[in-house]
Each structure stands twice: as C-alpha cells, then as structure tokens.
C-alpha cells in the first residue's frame, strides 16, 4: 500500500481508505452482519488500509467502526468523520449541535478524538455562517484535544462547479486542513482551480465516489454523455457507442472501475481515494488496481483530452 500525507496535517495516509457513506453504508444495505464487518475491516488493515472516513448521519456507521476497530492500536489508523451544519440550521439531519455531534461520535467510536472533523456539505450560501458560527466551535473542540483537523466536503449536487470549496480556499486557506471532493473520469473539473488552490495551500484531498453513481450506470453514463455532446462539453462524436470507455481497458489495466480509481489517485494532490463496497474481494481488487500505479500516460492523456472540462451533479 502506498501511503501520502495528507497535505499539512502531516497524517500519513493509505492511498486507498474506506468510506462507509455511499449506498452501501458499511454493509447495512448489504446484510452484512457483525462477524461479516469485523472480518471486512480486519482485511482492510491487513492490506494497509488505514484511513476511515465515517459521519454522524450515515445510519450506525460510527458505532460499527468503533466495534471492527476495538482493540486496534490508535494511531495505527486515521478517523475522519462529520456533522451536516447546513442540515441542522435546515431542521434536518438530527439536529444535532456541533458539540452533541462530536461527543457522540467519541462515544461511538470508542475514542477520545476524532483526527480529521468535516463540516458536511458547505456551499457558497452557507459558508459564512459555517465559518463565523460554527468554525469557533470545532476550534475550541480542537484545542480540547478531541478534534485533530478541520476540513469541509463539496456538495456535489448542489455545486458540482466547486463554488464554495473556491469561496474558502481562496478566502480563508488558513483554516482548513482537508477538503473532500470529487475528482475522476466523469468530475475533472477541481483540476481547474480546486486542486491547484489545495496544492498551493497544502491542504489534504480526500476523494470520494469516483465510480459511485454516473460511471457504474450505464444508462445514466449514456445519458450524461448525450448531454454533454449536445451542449458542447465534449466533442460531438466523442464517446459513442454502448461501451465508450471499452479502450481503457488495456495492458494491465482491467476494467473500467479500475482505470477509474487509477485515474483519480494520480492527480496531484490527491492524498487518498475512498471506496465504499462492503465486499472483501472487490476491496482486494481496488487495492491491487491502485498498487499497480497511475493510468499509462496514453489512456490518462486521453481521457484529459476527452473530458478535461467535465462536471456532474452526481
């Protein structure tokens, strides 16, 4: 396993981590019982994964990882969980505060501190009052020792252009140590500004749902790709047919969902890319993909080319 730091945390960080939001939600979709997640998470570990990306409003998550995770040396792995603000000021979520958040997640992780905390989903609406109601609040969590990073996610539906993760890395960079977003095949377009802003920053990149949703959808992929040749996104006869994505597969390259974490790992400067499946062997198969290194230099070349200027909502 090839492991990065995650920007100026200084966390060194699996290359490969594990998400346990998504459709699957650590296997609760899934059936996956608790001798099942235990076994999953221990395979984790034993192929180097370290990094776990949980959040308070993915179902019981947190309280799974606190029980696959019992008995392993702490700072042997790095937990990254968050709290919806936007969701709570809307009445969503549980209402739950900031504060009530964090402590409940020690509680149910079984830890006395959470390495990186995420405010979930800021957009350019809600970013101020994220920084000038909330921020404090994660600071004082901070300087308790309960919180060890902060940092934000993109919301993707809402902003797929990046707006509010722009708003903060050009007006506040100072303040955030790590930004989750999504980057791949089909979502290029943090290559623009996002990813530079975070390199010049040294801000940490975790990135998330690179073959979720459009690119594991061939009916919607097919749609999207429709989309994007009538309004001039790609060229009008690029990516036709059923299988547009067929000539990634080549050398040692496997399939198309192994081109895909293989593209997404190597723009700089990603630290890790999370997958989310709750299958021990399809969790084997991505490790394997991103342990044979970058995309070749033809087929990443081209999907630039193709696809440099692409954004999605999903």
Same mark, same amino acid.
């Given at each position: ?96 505060? @900031? ?6 997640? @020690? ?87 996002? @990813? ?98 970058? @995309? ?19």
């Amino acid at each position: 396993m090839e492991y990065r730091t995650l920007g100026r945390t200084g966390l060194k960080v699996s290359l490969l981590g594990y998400g346990t939001g998504g459709a699957r939600k650590f296997g609760a979709a899934t059936g996956l019982t608790a001798s099942d997640r235990l076994a999953f998470v221990r395979r984790a570990l034993d192929l180097g994964v370290n990094f776990f990306d949980t959040a308070g409003g993915y179902g019981d998550s947190e309280e799974y990882l606190g029980e696959t995770l019992a008995g392993v040396q702490r700072d042997s792995y790095v937990l990254e969980t968050k709290w919806n603000g936007g969701g709570w000021l809307e009445g969503g979520e549980t209402g739950v505060t @900031l504060t009530d958040s964090v402590e409940r997640s @020690l509680t149910r992780m079984r830890t006395d501190h959470v390495d990186v905390f995420m405010f979930h989903m800021i957009d350019e609406d809600l970013y101020e009052t994220h920084r000038d109601r909330f921020y404090p609040e994660a600071a004082r969590l901070k300087e308790q020792g309960k919180i060890g990073h902060i940092g934000f996610t993109q919301t993707i539906r809402r902003e797929p252009k990046f707006e509010g993760v722009i708003k903060a890395l050009t007006g506040d960079p100072e303040l955030w140590d790590v930004v989750m977003l999504k980057y791949g095949i089909m979502n290029q377009w943090a290559a623009k500004e996002v @990813l530079p802003l975070a390199e010049k920053h040294d801000i940490g990149i975790v990135n998330m749902a690179v073959v979720r949703t459009t690119l594991s959808d061939p009916v919607a992929m097919r749609a999207r790709l429709d989309q994007w040749r009538a309004d001039g996104t790609i060229a009008s006869d690029a990516l036709m047919g059923d299988e547009p994505f067929d000539w990634l597969v080549e050398g040692d390259v496997g399939s198309v969902a192994e081109a895909a974490y293989r593209f997404a790992a190597q723009q700089e400067p990603m630290s890790t890319v999370l997958t989310g499946t709750s299958n021990i062997a399809h969790l084997e198969a991505n490790v394997a993909a991103l342990e044979r290194g970058p @995309l070749p230099d033809p087929q990443a070349r081209k999907l630039v080319e193709l696809l440099g200027g692409s954004w999605s909502p999903d």
